[in-house]
């Protein structure tokens, strides 16, 4: 027997690796937080959550405080008949209106990050690529290869075929026409590729003259697309949950849509290790059951979400910075190519890190992170924050890429430069590879 050279496995090596490129800024950030009270803390708008309605949720939850003596014994490890229902029937009344579902279909666990690794892990050999049009939300690469060997492959699209009119794209917010989806749909049950839709947003869109089209919307008519229903039904499959539509991501729940009776087998078995507690499905069941309230919530989310993006659209606008409009989700892709030394990664991490972050105090997600198809494009995550630290974000963002060079490097350091020096050493080792998620 050859000797171990390692106390962990060559898995626990590769899953003990750095998870994100810039976890020790947001920490360090993250200890002392901008306030009116107090306009020295920092800004961390680089995390993809939705705060904005957690009250109505809070309020709504708390109300649901009892519950049956069953939830604390074991019960289905793809979730409990209830909450089952309770899923189908919130997807029956919102964004897959029309069809018939049934519960036996959609499998939940602990937060769609899970549901994702699970569902790659069953679905594809080590090696195997993942085509993600890019660019697009930087958790992905870390879901597709903590547990698994699968190899992210971004795909960046000509601007002919950029979303634009009704599926969400998780890092800019904007959204795919029904036409594009049904294309990569045609393609992908064509070739007998897994096609895997995230519609983990598809209530949160709050353009009014934007329609939401689930991918299972368009799949049960694959006959009028001239597609095998059979094969339809072994290869498209739709994640969604709680985390962001409803303000939920402590709660982690997600939730996988298959028709694929063997990939339901083989999740209810590997579920067993991701699923959620009986007490959270019970509450959680109870609320999505009550339909009155997911209306009148759902209604405040998007109207929030949409007050939310309209003031720092109308700041960005104001000082002349260009973006990408958004429909939907708590992104806005923001285009700060000017700002940069040069057009290459190595200026866009020395503007992020040594501009925004300790000079400016305040974090967003560097494109490379989301597989940006150029350097100088930012993630601004608006959802997270009130509406005097969205205006401040851009007051201080305008204020520093204004200045030339020369004045930029007088700016005093706002944090301690040494928090960074090991996330700087990752990226120049290898600064063609794009930086690793710092949240989901």
């Known amino acids: 027997m050859t000797p171990r050279t390692?106390?962990?496995?060559?898995?626990?090596?590769?899953?003990?690796?750095?998870?994100?490129?810039?976890?020790?800024?947001?920490?360090?950030?993250?200890?002392?937080?901008?306030?009116?009270?107090?306009?020295?803390?920092?800004?961390?708008?680089?995390?993809?959550?939705?705060?904005?309605?957690?009250?109505?949720?809070?309020?709504?939850?708390?109300?649901?405080?009892?519950?049956?003596?069953?939830?604390?014994?074991?019960?289905?490890?793809?979730?409990?008949?209830?909450?089952?229902?309770?899923?189908?029937?919130?997807?029956?009344?919102?964004?897959?209106k029309g069809l018939k579902l049934h519960p036996d279909n959609v499998t939940v666990s602990s937060g769609c990050g899970a549901v994702i690794s699970?569902?790659?892990?069953?679905?594809?050999?080590?090696?195997?690529?993942?085509?993600?049009?890019?660019?697009?939300?930087?958790?992905?690469?870390?879901?597709?290869?903590?547990?698994?060997?699968?190899v992210p492959v971004a795909v960046h699209l000509s601007a002919s075929d950029q979303p634009y009119d009704q599926q969400l794209q998780t890092a800019s917010g904007t959204v795919y026409s029904e036409q594009h989806l049904l294309q990569m749909l045609k393609w992908c049950v064509q070739n007998k590729i897994h096609m895997i839709s995230d519609e983990i947003y598809a209530n949160s869109i709050f353009k009014?003259?934007?329609?939401?089209?689930?991918?299972?919307?368009?799949?049960?008519?694959?006959?009028?697309?001239?597609?095998?229903?059979?094969?339809?039904?072994?290869?498209?499959?739709?994640?969604?949950?709680?985390?962001?539509?409803?303000?939920a991501s402590g709660l982690r729940v997600g939730c996988l849509w298959t028709l694929n009776a063997r990939l339901q087998a083989a999740l209810q078995n590997v579920n067993a290790f991701y699923g959620v507690s009986g007490i959270a499905q019970h509450m959680i069941a109870e609320m999505l059951e009550d339909l009155s309230f997911v209306d009148k919530y759902l209604k405040e989310n998007k109207r929030r979400l949409g007050s939310a993006y309209g003031t720092l659209a109308g700041a960005l606008t104001k000082a002349g910075i260009k973006f990408t409009p958004a429909a939907g989700s708590v992104f806005c892709w923001v285009d700060l190519r000017s700002a940069l030394s040069q057009p290459t990664w190595k200026a866009e991490r020395q503007l992020w890190e040594e501009g925004f972050v300790q000079r400016c105090g305040?974090?967003?997600?560097?494109?490379?992170?989301?597989?940006?198809?150029?350097?100088?494009?930012?993630?601004?995550?608006?959802?997270?924050?009130?509406?005097?630290?969205?205006?401040?974000?851009?007051?201080?963002?305008?204020?520093?890429?204004t200045k030339s060079d020369a004045e930029r490097q007088q700016v005093p350091l706002w944090i301690n430069k040494a928090s960074m020096q090991k996330a700087k050493q990752e990226i120049e080792a290898d600064p063609t590879q794009p930086a690793k998620p710092a949240f989901e």
Request: aromatic share 10%.
């Open 362 to 401: 305040f974090i967003i997600t560097p494109g490379q992170a989301s597989h940006a198809s150029e350097p100088g494009f930012f993630r601004i995550c608006y959802a997270i924050v009130d509406r005097e630290t969205i205006l401040q974000l851009v007051q201080r963002l305008v204020g520093f890429i």
């Open 6 to 96: 390692s106390d962990v496995s060559q898995r626990g090596i590769n899953a003990s690796a750095e998870a994100t490129s810039y976890f020790a800024a947001v920490i360090e950030l993250n200890e002392r937080l901008w306030s009116p009270e107090d306009p020295e803390g920092n800004i961390v708008m680089s995390i993809a959550e939705n705060r904005l309605t957690v009250d109505l949720i809070k309020d709504k939850l708390q109300s649901k405080l009892s519950f049956p003596d069953s939830v604390f014994f074991y019960d289905n490890a793809a979730g409990s008949a209830k909450m089952k229902a309770a899923l189908v029937g919130l997807l029956q009344h919102t964004f897959m």
């Open 118 to 150: 699970n569902l790659i892990y069953c679905v594809t050999q080590p090696g195997e690529g993942i085509a993600i049009p890019a660019p697009y939300y930087p958790a992905f690469d870390f879901d597709l290869t903590c547990k698994n060997d699968a």
């Open 208 to 247: 009014p003259d934007c329609q939401f089209t689930s991918m299972a919307v368009l799949a049960s008519r694959a006959e009028e697309h001239g597609l095998d229903p059979e094969d339809v039904k072994s290869y498209v499959h739709v994640t969604f949950g709680l985390s962001k539509d409803w303000c």
